[in-house]
């Protein structure tokens, strides 16, 4: 069975203090990997696409990188603001269509 | 450019009502995809259109819910004979036809009381 786990399911840090969230994967045939960034009562916002092992994409203080069995997104010098839900998801080759399968998601909470 | 639009935001309906969720992609885009985010849960896929066709409704409960993608107008999530069990966040993302669903709506705030 096609399974998205995420890891930790919530995480405080202090303002500045780098570290890495874990999206792990169990699927038969994987096209792409996402990452999305949910706000409290808003819809998930895009972050990142990854396609293939060792791609890696950066914006701003968050990278993600890709491997055959997980993703990382690394928060680096986190601020108040990265505060959020991250949602990692992926689309398999044998979906129709572009359907996405998400993970339960990180909780992230940045303290001043 | 305006965004995915959902309306409404927030629904209260009593149980055994209907609950009817609409949802307006982006200006271009002619596929439409639903997902449901159940209290304490990740968002589940439920099913995806283009207009006039269901493409995908293998995550669709098989009894009281139906989506339509008309022609012209907006998407329809429709909920028949709603049940506490109901309750949760209903998001629809849409994209142009290439590409997964990059954008999402704000979301309905379904209650069943």
């Known amino acids: 069975e096609d399974q998205v786990t995420q890891s930790p399911e919530a995480l405080r840090l202090q303002e500045g203090e780098s570290s890495s969230l874990n999206c792990s994967y169990t699927v038969s045939g994987l096209r792409g990997l996402f990452w999305y960034r949910q706000d409290p009562g808003k819809g998930p916002e895009f972050l990142f696409t990854?396609?293939?092992a060792g791609e890696e994409k950066e914006k701003e203080r968050l990278k993600a990188t890709l491997t055959k069995k997980e993703s990382f997104l690394h928060i680096t010098a986190p601020k108040p603001e990265d505060s959020a839900t991250y949602l990692c998801?992926?689309?398999?080759?044998?979906?129709?269509?572009?359907?996405?399968?998400f993970g339960g998601g990180t909780r992230v909470l940045v303290k001043p | 450019n305006a965004g995915v639009m959902q309306n409404p935001r927030h629904l209260v309906r009593r149980r055994g009502q209907e609950a009817r969720l609409r949802c307006s992609p982006m200006?271009?885009?002619?596929?439409v995809y639903w997902y449901r985010q159940l209290p304490e849960e990740g968002l589940k896929f439920m099913v995806y259109?283009?207009?006039?066709?269901?493409?995908?409704e293998s995550g669709m409960p098989k009894e009281r819910f139906s989506a339509e993608f008309p022609k012209e107008g907006p998407s329809i999530l429709r909920i028949q004979q709603v049940v506490r069990g109901d309750s949760a966040a209903y998001f629809c993302?849409?994209?142009?036809?290439?590409?997964?669903?990059?954008?999402f709506g704000p979301g309905t705030r379904l209650t069943v009381t």
């Open positions: 993302a849409s994209s142009p036809g290439q590409g997964p669903p990059g954008y």
């Open positions: 990854l396609y293939s």
């Open positions: 998801a992926v689309q398999l080759i044998k979906a129709a269509g572009n359907k996405l399968t």
């Open positions: 200006k271009g885009h002619s596929h």
């Open positions: 259109l283009q207009k006039e066709n269901i493409i995908d």
